[in-house]
Structures are given as structure tokens and as C-alpha cells.
């Protein structure tokens, strides 16, 4: 499988990254955009071996990479899951995709599908960010369902690893609980920042943190509002967990409590350390 | 100015990277820390030209920087406000030091007295972090009074330039409203998401918006403790601020209502474009 052809649904930052390192890794690569302008681009830059006029035109691939927008990735699927090939895709949520391949009237969509999320990306998306590194040394979840055939797991392991990703196996539902965590609230967070921030004389005196802490805060609107629409229960979860956290915070620091201060303090140093030791 | 001997007192990665850098810049720079290993660190770096055995001994220099935590300050000032050097300190907060500086018996104090904050450190402490590269780039906050010499201002102003930083200056108050959300507000929702991550089975697979969110998350708990004590007021305004946006946030993302959650998003994207454009 490893020098099979693949196709890419969807040439924007991730698409079209994934094209350009599986081309590098030696992978002949067909694409399909429905933006004209972003095929071109791509097979300019040599991302691509050849575009084709329709997606379902990909089913000939032997693992196709499906990379649109969250609301559009279930029709991209569609497309093709009357096809042979093996399929992933690259959607930040995962429950609602698994839902749909569960509830799915083509047998083989159920064993030849892996659900993706390459857990890399930039502040700006489309072709004119893709590159060829942009998954080097990041995890890449998969989330197989008990009906997956597990030749199908390797092949899309295998993929991710050409890219220089670490594949790491988690069900849906524990992915989405995780990203509601470790990418949505993180998101919102920065994004609040940069708002506010509109509030100061001269926010270009903030130092390294600020700079960290808001590099996402200008996300894609339309790609976030799909995002937190598809992944909204576990990111109400960890709003009400943050917001309960935040204000027990607030209260200790406006009577004084500066022991329960230090105690914030000292339990996140001890969980940044465990962190850094797993 | 430019080639005058600087005294430094409190030897951790700030003040130790100011001698770094400045000993680099060519000034010869004495040195004073509590703590002999830091002391004995940093001349065995070649950070100092020589160290001092008491504070007050600093007062022969043309310039001294206080580089303690900021509880300490206002002693350490003390023990230097006879002498006739010129004084700035590196403190996170400026009201207290500036207020104890309004309040000062000795005249001179009010006119030599330049308050500092560089925009810019490390997750970790110590000497042992401390590097003569630590500022370059960074603003570099001065909070000079009525009463302050311009002489003194210019003075500082040039040892924050050789060190690579560059001086904005503001007023105390302007400064520890403006740090409340570029510096206290980061590090407090750092905090929070590093300790959330203690819920899940594997944050290790978060990907750079996660990294980014929560590098500063262990910062060290006395220092930030220490901080939010002296700037309580400025953080509880935006941590009131917050909690009301992000609980408007929540509710709106209960009630399935996309369209206020594309606005936020819409509105963080122009925030960080107009940034970008300052």
C-alpha cells in the first residue's frame, strides 16, 4: 500500500498539504477541488500527478483523503462510498462522520473507512499555506469503528506516517471529548484575547505569552462556527468546567485569598510536569 | 551613558540576562544576589565583572537594575535610594513601587527612579536560564514620572536598547491595566487548561494550537502569586470581563445560535488583522 495511488478531496491547507508530502514520499497523487483556481495551483506546484473532473472519478485510488470543510465532508464521502477504495478523512469532529458511515446502506463504507484528524495546522488556510512538512512530528488521531477492516487501519497508519505524522488510535467519541479540550476551547480562548485586546492603548507591547497564547485567535470564522456547531456537547461541557474553574478563580483573588491563589499555581505546575513527563 | 558600569541586583534568568547582555554590550556590570550560587553562577558565566557583598554597595555605579521578585522591590530599592545612581527595576507590576517612589523621604529618588518591565522571560527561572539574548526584540515597558529626570529616562532607555529591546514608554497605571490582559489574564487561562488536561487519558496528542495555549501554563506559582497579589484590581476587571463574554459565548452555543458564534469569530479575525496592521 505504501506506493499506492491516492486521491485528495479538497485542496485547501490540509489537502493540499497532504498531497505535497505523500507526493514527496513517492505516492502518485490524483486531486479534486471544486475551485478551479486551487487545482491549478496545486498541480503548479507539483503536488499533483493529475486533477479529475469529478470526486467519485477518485474511486479508482487505492486510499482516498477526503480534506473539505466539516459540513461538507459527508457528501465528499458519499461520492465515493460505493467505490472499492479505502477512505479517511481529515474532519476535526468525528462522531458526526462515524454516524453516518455507522448508519450507512453500503456495506463496505463500514470496513473501508478510518475517520482522521491531523492534529497540525496554521492561523490561514488554503492552497497558498499547504507545504509539504506540515504534519512532521504531529499526532494524527484515527478512529476506527468495530466494523473497520484493520488492512484498511494499516494503510491509512501508513499514509499519515509517510507524512511524518504519528497515528494514535482513539474511538470518536473520546476524540471528540479530547479536542473539545485540547483545540475547540483553545480556540474560543484566543480568540476572546484578540477581542479584547481592542480594548488597550497599545496591545503591541505584549511579550511571548500573548504572542502564544493569541497566534490562533484570528481562526477561520466559517471553519470554527462548523467546528463548534458539530462538536458543541463536549465544548459546552468544558465551557461550563471552565467558566466554574475561571470563577472560583476570580472570587478566591477578590477576597483575598491569595493561598488559593497559589494553590491554582501550583497544581497547573504540577500537571504541566506530569505532562511533560508522559 | 553607554559605556558606564551597571550594578544588578537579583541574579535569576532576568537579571541575570540583563548582566549577560549588557557584559556583552561592553559595560562593565557588578553584581549582588542573596543567594551565593547565583552569585558564583554568574561570574563563572562571565555575566559580572565582580560582585558585591550588600546592595548599598551598588550605589557607586552609574546605573542599577533591581531584578528581584516583585515583593522584594521596594526593599531592595531602599537600600539604594541615598546613593546617587540612577535606579529601574524589572517588576511585572508598577502602581506599588511607583506609589512607594511618589512617597519617598529622599528627594533624589523621585527624580533617578525609572520603573521598568521587560516583555519578555521564559517558563523557568534562575541563572541557570538566563541568557545574554533574552530581550532582543521585546518591548521593554518605562514608567517615568513627572518627577523624573529625562536624563535618567534617556539613561535607561539606552540600556534597554543595547540589550536588543525596544522602550515604550506609559504610565504605571496604563501599564498594569494593559499587562492584567496581555501578560495575567494568558498565564491564569494557561494555567486553567494545563490543569484540564489532567481529565483526559492522553493530552499528549493536542497539536501546536495546544502548545502554544498552554506553554506558559507552570509558570512559577510564588512569582505569579506574587503578581496577581499586586495588580488584583486590573485582573479581577478582566477577569469580570471575561467570564461575562465567555458565559455569553456559552449560552449562545446552548441555544444553537451559529450565527452569534461566527460573529465572535468574525470579530477575533478583525481584532488580530487591525493588530497585525498596528
Redesign the interface.
Known sequence: MTTGTVGVVGLGLIGGSVAAGLKRAGHPVWGFDTDDAAMREALRRGYLDQVVPRPSDLGACDVVVVAVPPTKTIEALARLEGAPTILTDCTSVKVPVTDWVRASVVDGVRTRFVGGH????LENGGIAHARPDLFEG??W?LTPLETTDPRAVDAVAALVQSLGAHP?T?SPE?HD??VA???H??????????????????????????R???????????L??QI??LN?RE??L??????D???D??NA??R?D?EA??R??????E?????RC?
Open positions: 491531523p492534529m497540525a495546522g504531529a499526532p488521531i494514535v482513539m473520546t471529548a479530547h479540550l485540547l483545540s476551547l483553545p480556540h474560543v480562548l484566543a480568540a476572546l484575547l484578540v477581542t479584547e485586546a481592542r480594548t488597550l492603548d497599545d496591545s503591541s507591547v505584549g511579550g511571548g505569552s500573548w502564544d497564547l493569541t497566534r490562533v485567535g484570528g481562526a477561520e470564522p466559517e470554527w462556527t463548534l456547531e458543541a465544548v459546552l468544558r465551557l461550563d468546567r471552565a467558566l474553574r475561571l470563577l478563580f476570580r483573588l477578590g483575598n491569595f491563589i497559589r491554582w499555581f501550583v497544581e497547573a505546575r500537571a504541566k510536569e506530569s505532562a508522559d
